[in-house]
T-cell receptor
Framework: SQQGEEDPQALSIQEGENATMNCSYK?????LQWYRQNSGRGLVHLIL?????REKHSGRLRVTLDTSKKSSSLLITASRAADTASYFC????????????FGGGTRLMVKP | NAGVTQTPKFQVLKTGQSMTLQCAQD?????MYWYRQDPGMGLRLIYY???????DKGEVPNGYNVSRLNKREFSLRLESAAPSQTSVYFC?????????????FGDGTRLSIL
């Protein structure tokens, strides 16, 4: 079963707008990671947030983590057509040596 | 710097055929992973190797075997392919296993089984 579940499953916005994706998970974690996947390519690591952090920034990316609600959000500001991709959250699987478990992803389309 | 390289990129098999998917990384990483991704879904872990000489089952290991040939290479074998194994297979690596380690992915092998 998937530990993380992204919401929404698909999102379409205009270039320049902000995009927000959410991830909910079920069990306690020590960190949460976000990845991007361009069409036909492998996943690329974007950012890792630890359980003792509430917010983290990387360029136009802002990630928040609320451990009390078991949820995280990824905000992409001033989106560009090149941001069109699928975005996945990943959490450690406590039953499998902290191997990562990936959610189903949010498909983001940014229209020029 | 190639990162994680997977071969082949595409393959079509008939039911019952066998096949080995190859993966190599040049980042001197200790840990390597095999995932499958089905349409519209996230990745599911098939097998992983926390370090050279060790392998462990992931979430969906049935029908697969793996070999950690050396620190660089981690292969995935389908002994008798089934249509349910039609998927995109991704290899990944990380410095160490689990916890705070980001994973680095190859571009995948697209496998169709008829």
């Amino acid at each position: 079963s998937q530990q993380g579940e992204e919401d929404p499953q698909a999102l379409s916005i205009q270039e320049g707008e902000n995009a927000t994706m959410n991830c909910s998970y079920k069990t306690s974690i020590n960190n949460l990671q976000w990845y991007r996947q361009n069409s036909g390519r492998g996943l690329v690591h974007l950012i890792l947030i630890r359980s003792n952090e509430r917010e983290k920034h990387s360029g136009r990316l802002r990630v928040t983590l609320d451990t009390s609600k078991k949820s995280s959000s990824l905000l992409i500001t001033a989106s560009r057509a090149a941001d069109t991709a699928s975005y996945f959250c990943a959490t450690p699987n406590n039953n499998a040596g902290n191997m990562l478990t990936f959610g189903g992803g949010t498909r983001l389309m940014v229209k020029p | 710097n190639a990162g994680v390289t997977q071969t082949p990129k595409f393959q079509v098999l008939k039911t019952g055929q066998s096949m080995t998917l190859q993966c190599a990384q040049d980042m001197n990483h200790n840990s390597m992973y095999w995932y499958r991704q089905d349409p519209g879904m996230g990745l599911r872990l098939i097998y992983y190797s926390a370090s050279e000489g060790t392998t462990d089952k992931g979430e969906v290991p049935n029908g697969y075997n793996v070999s950690r040939l050396n620190k660089r290479e981690f292969s995935l074998r389908l002994e008798s392919a089934a249509p349910s194994q039609t998927s995109v297979y991704f290899c990944a690596s990380s410095e160490q296993a689990g916890r705070y380690q980001p994973q680095h992915f190859g571009d995948g092998t697209r496998l169709s089984i008829l």
